[in-house]
């Protein structure tokens, strides 16, 4: 299974009792599990929506990882990305700031961004 983010959801009271019967009576195991199945039915609805979108806007759907030596390549042929992801985008540790900005133009991410906080911060300025 690929890397999980914890998230945080407000319910109303009733809209909560109603998960905790369910997971009483055996529907679901707790009340992640529910969440988790709902989310995955929302994401199974809208999967034609979700894939025009990423066809459309060029992004990259999964994990995608930068590390030191493809920016230097990227650097010294002269070339700047735009990178689109949807997922998780992973800037190595050992990347500095001035190499991401010399190599990326521009980052949208569309999940979780992890990279060390001078890369988190240079990417915020682009």
């Known amino acids: 299974m690929a890397e999980s983010e914890k998230i945080t959801i407000n319910m109303n009271v009733v809209d909560l009792g109603k998960v905790d019967l369910l997971v009483d009576q055996g529907f679901y195991s707790n009340r992640t599990d529910f969440i988790r199945t709902a989310i ?3 994401l ?3 999967a034609e929506e979700v ?6 806007k060029s992004y990259v759907v999964g994990v995608v990882r930068y590390g030191r030596k493809e920016l230097e390549e990227l650097r010294d042929a002269s070339t700047m990305l735009d990178v689109k992801v949807a997922g998780l985008l992973v800037i190595a540790d050992d990347v500095n700031a001035e190499l991401v900005e010399q190599t ?3 980052v949208q991410v569309k999940g979780v961004l992890k990279a060390n906080v ?3 911060s240079a990417i915020q300025k682009l």
Request: no cysteine; net charge positive.
């Open 104 to 106: 990326l133009a521009s």
């Open 118 to 120: 001078e890369v988190k």
């Open 51 to 56: 894939k025009e979108i990423v066809t459309r």
């Open 44 to 46: 199974e609805t809208h």
């Open 40 to 42: 995955r039915r929302q």
